[in-house]
């Protein structure tokens, strides 16, 4: 059984940072392709960002390529999203996610999801 916690939510002010923190139970951590997800109230859940197994490739979404950045530690099971120049239109619950296929960025190829953590921006 694969779980996912995350953590380091919270309420910050337009262009400050946060960063989230995603651990994996489990002993295969580093054999998913590791995605975080977004979903404003009233929306779909959209893409943010993923990591491949080992680390060395990204992919991002448009709306926060530049502010937000993806890495994971394959020895502590966890997957983060460091997110920087916060904006109002960033507020959502935050998802991350695990993936055994080879997609990066199709939520359907994610198996496995945490219970997200909530992102607020003030202006």
């Known amino acids: 059984q694969v779980q996912l916690v995350e953590s380091g939510g919270g309420l910050v002010q337009t262009g400050n940072s946060l960063r989230l923190s995603c651990e994996v139970s489990?002993?295969?951590?580093?054999?998913?392709?590791m995605g975080w997800f977004r979903q404003a109230p009233g929306k779909e859940r959209e893409f943010v960002a993923a990591i491949s197994r080992g680390g060395g490739g990204t992919r991002y979404a448009d709306s926060v390529k530049g502010r937000f950045t993806i890495s994971r530690d394959n020895a502590k099971n966890t997957v983060y999203l460091q997110m920087n120049s916060l904006k109002p239109e960033d507020t959502a619950v935050y998802y991350c996610a695990a993936n055994s296929y080879i997609g990066f960025t199709d939520p359907l190829q994610y198996g496995y999801w945490g219970q997200g953590t909530q992102v607020a921006v003030s202006s």
């Open positions: 489990g002993r295969t951590f580093s054999s998913y392709i």
